[in-house]
């Protein structure tokens, strides 16, 4: 029924096939010649670009989960079909394209319009909080669940039951919020310019949330100074302040949204849990975290940026399971 699924986040793009699974993933950037509009890579080849010369400039494609840059976007996943897809026939593929839980109709059609731009023959929008927890719920009793999916442009909270969303929000604020601000310590602290790339690397090798996590990591910048290249080392305990600050904003509507549950609702959640997703849960204490302060079991897996990609592939390689999902989300 449908041989595609893609992904495309505020980090990164993924695109899924049937049985081969994950196909592409690339991050979510075009690199564009400085003072002009012309792009000059997307992808991977836009990282190498902007991290070898400076006669590039980064051009992101999402904020706050909405498209910024719809002709460049579609110049970026055009170029990635490409890689995936033979020449000239687009139009025997059809396509479930992820989406933000909570779009207007504008919005839905505006992603409709960049899924057919593909020159595919049919387009189902489907949320990627379903799809995470088809993820969450494989070989595995069927619960409500909140799936909390913590992206880097954005963070949405959907409590799920059976495919089917039952309510669910976004917050407009994910880990590209800690990359600037990683990159401002950086400068205050030890007089060292950073690139927004190397702050959101620096992000990935310090990341933890307990207190007594000491990490070491190096960067390599321009002295503010003297405009030289130096090597700074940097510690895990310069960011934790920021850390906690961040996901203390992303669990705090959580916190009053459970206070306004019944009874019967926190009674499921017992069982089901919050299964935490996206690249921003790959924080060592996540799980603490959460659990201490809404006292629910919590769920962290393995790649938890890879859950909704997983889904994809399991809805892609079962006729029931995909009917439900479509079903359920009209």
Same mark, same amino acid.
């Given at each position: ?6 992904? /495309? ?31 000059? $890579? ?6 190498? @670009? ?9 051009? %992101? ?16 996943? #055009? ?10 026939? %687009? ?100 007089? @060292?310019?950073?690139?927004?790339? #190397? ?19 190096? /960067? ?14 940097? %510690?895990? #305990?310069?960011?934790?302040?920021? !850390? ?12 009053? !949204? ?14 089901? $849990?919050?299964?935490?997703? $996206? $690249? ?8 603490? !975290?959460?659990?201490?302060? @809404? ?7 393995? !790649? ?27």
């Amino acid at each position: 029924m449908f041989n595609l699924v893609i992904d /495309v986040g505020g980090y990164k793009t993924s695109i899924c096939k049937p049985s081969l699974g994950v196909v592409l993933e690339e991050p979510t950037i075009i690199a564009a010649i400085n003072n002009s509009k012309d792009v000059a $890579g997307v992808g991977s080849k836009a990282v190498k @670009l902007l991290s070898s010369s400076t006669d590039y400039k980064p051009v %992101f494609l999402i904020e706050k989960g909405a498209i910024i840059h719809r002709k460049m976007l579609s110049e970026m996943l #055009q170029g990635f079909f490409q890689k995936i897809i033979q020449k000239n026939i %687009f139009k025997k593929h059809s396509l479930i394209f992820c989406t933000p839980t909570c779009l207007d109709s504008h919005e839905k059609t505006e992603i409709q319009n960049l899924a057919y731009s593909l020159n595919v023959s049919k387009v189902k929008l489907i949320p990627t909080s379903v799809l995470a927890y088809v993820d969450a719920c494989f070989n595995a009793p069927v619960n409500t669940k909140i799936i909390l999916d913590i992206g880097g442009d954005t963070t949405e909270m959907s409590l799920v039951y059976d495919t089917k969303i039952l309510t669910g929000y976004t917050i407009g604020m994910g880990g590209n919020v800690l990359d600037e601000a990683i990159k401002k310590i950086i400068l205050e602290k030890y007089n @060292l310019n950073i690139s927004i790339l #190397q702050a959101e690397q620096l992000k990935r090798e310090v990341a933890t949330l307990l207190p007594n996590d000491f990490i070491t990591a190096s /960067v390599i910048g321009l002295d503010a100074t003297s405009h030289e290249a130096k090597e700074t080392e940097v %510690f895990s #305990q310069d960011f934790k302040e920021l !850390f906690d600050e961040f996901f203390e904003q992303i669990i705090q509507p959580l916190i009053t !949204f459970k206070k306004a549950l019944s009874t019967d609702l926190i009674t499921e959640l017992k069982k089901g $849990g919050i299964y935490v997703c $996206g $690249g921003m849960a790959n924080f060592t204490g996540l799980e603490r !975290f959460i659990i201490a302060r @809404l006292q629910l079991p919590v769920v962290v897996p393995p !790649f938890p940026e890879n859950s909704v990609m997983r889904g994809a592939e399991i809805v892609l390689n079962s006729n029931k399971i995909l009917e439900k999902v479509l079903n359920n989300n009209l």
